[in-house]
């Protein structure tokens, strides 16, 4: 019998010269040398400042130490490819486009994660044993939901409570879903701005009288972080309202430290007045009287005694006792929460609010669904991804760090993320 014919495998396409050249360039940049100008067409340009540009450099450069050179050049198209480029503790992966007229100047690098000096993680495992190994407390938990309680598949101290920063929002926008579902509230309805001090975002300098739906405020509450949205919603719909969630979207690890439920403004004045004096007060009370220091001291202090330099020197303020609190576990049942009420009356809204921002740049790739909600500031950082896998069935992948000594790494946590979102999806 004669053998059957072997198909041989599609080459490898060869890395057009000029993407290669302009991948040294951008080592040279991060180098500290190079003519930017020349380097960088102008569209490029116009959206990322040099000043921004050697910003990120530096933040690189914290991070990882000096960048080595070009270590891959993988095309994904004519005129453009992954790059990989080294640096003394790790590999910076970047999607880079050239014009490909005149001179080729950059016309798109944008930054996809890091991964640590040494192979890359293979398994969700190694992705697991990274988290675990990185400075400070960490936590992780990747859980498949179903009609039942979510079931974990990996995990590293997941019942342990970590600050989470903005993440606390999911526990808003519960709120908000189950006034609409109850006919309180519809998406559409509005909230008229009383002039009240707001914290920074896109409404701090609203006039009052100024009419804004509920669905725009949770869009950008969810997808940029809004703090000004954040805070009209919690007290429009009632800081005690939101604190009743927190067990019904099963955030019980850590429920105790969220009542009183701060709001963000109060949070800056707790860390930042008086050089932490107002936080200071704030803690000595018994958790009784918190919530009457709260509606009044706090409140009455102005938004001019918040330092304009908070947070900016990269020092964590009081983590461990000033901020949100959840468990990976607690953040798993608040998105399982969110997603069993998909197809509720408040359901399409919900769905298309949570997943305007995916979090990183590519989990859809390999996902047919994603929403995502995290949370920062020196010292906590936490990415937690709701994730309807191409087969149909739903996980979620939260994970958090905390360092009262030092900031988070940043890149190097986002890498470990992202490569988890890759290894995880469902082939």
Do not use: C
Not at 31 to 37: A, E, N, T
Not at 224 to 253: C, W, Y
Not at 305 to 314: C, E, H, S, V, W
Request: glycine fraction near 10%.
């Amino acid at each position: 019998m004669a053998a059957a014919a072997q198909t041989a495998p599609a080459p490898t396409p060869a890395a057009n010269a000029e993407v290669e050249r302009r991948a040294r360039d951008v080592v040279s940049i991060l180098s500290g040398q190079g003519d930017y100008d020349a380097i960088f067409a102008p569209s490029f340009r116009t959206a990322v400042p040099r000043a921004q540009f050697d910003a990120i450099g530096a933040q690189l450069s914290q991070a990882l130490g000096k960048p080595t050179g070009v270590e891959a050049v993988q095309p994904t198209g004519p005129w453009s490819a992954r790059i990989r480029i080294g640096y003394d503790r790790g590999i910076l992966n970047a999607d880079l486009a050239i014009d490909p007229n005149g001179a080729h100047p950059i016309t798109g690098l944008l930054t996809r994660g890091v991964d640590a000096r040494g192979p890359v993680a293979a398994t969700t495992d190694a992705v697991v044993e990274q988290v675990a190994a990185l400075p400070g407390h960490s936590g992780l938990a990747l859980a498949k939901l179903g009609s039942g309680a979510p079931q974990l598949v990996k995990s590293h101290d997941a019942s342990t409570p970590l600050a989470i920063g903005s993440a606390f929002k999911l526990v808003v926008l519960a709120e908000l879903v189950r006034s609409i579902e109850a006919g309180e509230r519809k998406w559409s309805d509005v909230v008229t701005l009383d002039g009240s001090a707001l914290p920074g975002g896109g409404y701090a300098q609203q006039p009052k009288g100024t009419r804004v739906p509920f669905r725009e405020l949770a869009e950008r509450m969810i997808s940029v972080s809004d703090n000004s949205a954040t805070d009209i919603l919690l007290f429009h719909l009632g800081r005690q309202k939101v604190e009743a969630m927190l067990p019904v979207v099963g955030m019980t690890d850590a429920a105790p430290r969220n009542v009183p439920f701060l709001g963000t403004l109060e949070m800056f004045k707790l860390k930042g007045v008086e050089g932490g004096a107002l936080g200071s007060k704030y803690l000595a009370l018994p958790i009784a009287q918190r919530r009457a220091f709260l509606d009044g001291p706090v409140r009455d202090t102005t938004i001019a005694a918040i330092p304009k330099t908070l947070f900016q020197d990269g020092k964590p303020l009081r983590v461990e006792q000033i901020e949100w609190f959840a468990s990976p576990n607690d953040l798993v049942r608040t998105m399982d929460w969110l997603r069993r009420h998909f197809d509720g009356p408040a359901g399409a809204d919900l769905r298309a609010v949570l997943s305007k921002n995916p979090g990183l740049p590519e989990p859809a790739t390999n996902w047919r669904y994603v929403g995502y909600k995290g949370g920062s500031e020196p010292g906590v950082l936490t990415m937690t991804f709701l994730l309807q896998g191409k087969d149909g069935n739903w996980y979620v992948l939260s994970s958090g760090v905390n360092d009262p000594t030092k900031d988070v790494d940043t890149l190097r946590f986002t890498g470990l993320m992202g490569r988890a979102l890759e290894l995880a999806a469902p082939r």
